[in-house]
């Protein structure tokens, strides 16, 4: 835990709103080897997950979940994700020499809890010579959804605040659009041209809070499963992480897939 901690408070010392630039370079003592350029053949993944305001990581191998510890953490994700890691790795007396790569959820989502997973999982990648799969956020969501279809659409919804959330539309496990940020009440004419007049099962942490525009927007289209508010969970990544191991990337290549940047602050005269 320790390592762990000392790796993610090096890093962020040597980054710039928490992101380490393309242009900087980790130091010669955390590479041993350089990176190949072939992703090794190997069945563990370490999946961090930190998009809402749930904290997870999960550890897979193969398609076989070995651990998984999630917390509900609001915005202290700083706090409780070496814990987390930690608990994993210690659980199944596994070391991070151990990892074939990570899997870390990019985006969209909350700015300063996906900046704190990326940068943890940096922090892992640099130390130990791994690259990262990155997964986006909605692509999490959607596999977390227990009902599988692969007939039925979906639009998993993720709260981009300000009367918006963030979407795509799915077949299934496909995604069929690029994702986009819409107001609630506008969100059948992301639904309407490919589905016509076909039902559309909408989940996700932001389904309830929204539940009043979607109804007015999607009408009897609009079906929800018996508990709507489901978060992205460590497992999907885990598992959608490896599916996906072969695009995995270089940590210094990753930044965060925001959708919509942060709001700029006018500096203090």
Do not use: C
């Amino acid at each position: 835990m320790v390592r762990t901690r000392w790796l993610a408070a090096r890093y962020a010392e040597s980054s710039r709103d928490g992101v380490r630039s393309r242009q900087s370079s980790p130091s010669p003592d955390n590479y041993q080897r350089p990176y190949p350029e072939e992703v090794e053949v190997s069945d563990l993944v370490l999946a961090i997950e930190t998009s809402s305001i749930w904290t997870g990581v999960a550890l897979a191998e193969k398609d076989k979940i070995l651990a998984e510890r999630s917390v509900e953490s609001r915005s202290r994700h700083n706090e409780v994700l070496s814990g987390l890691i930690q608990g994993v790795m210690d659980q199944t007396a596994k070391d991070f020499a151990d990892l074939s790569v990570l899997g870390v959820s990019i985006g969209p989502g909350s700015f300063t809890a996906l900046r704190i997973g990326l940068l943890f999982a940096k922090g892992i990648a640099f130390a130990h010579s791994l690259k990262i799969v990155p997964v986006m956020t909605l692509d999490v969501l959607n596999a977390s959804l227990e009902i599988q279809d692969d007939l039925e659409f979906r639009l998993p919804v993720l709260d981009a605040y300000k009367g918006e959330v963030f979407t795509a539309l799915y077949r299934g496990s496909k995604r069929v659009s690029e994702p986009v940020i819409v107001d609630p009440a506008f969100i059948a004419s992301l639904a309407g041209s490919p589905v016509h007049t076909e039902p559309v099962r909408v989940f996700g942490p932001a389904s309830l809070k929204y539940e009043g525009s979607l109804r007015a927007s999607l009408g009897e289209r609009l079906h929800m499963p018996e508990d709507p508010q489901i978060a992205p969970t460590p497992s999907a990544l885990a598992l959608l992480a490896y599916e996906r191991r072969k695009d995995a990337q270089d940590p210094a290549d990753l930044e965060p897939f925001y959708l919509r940047m942060p709001d700029a602050k006018k500096p203090k005269p």
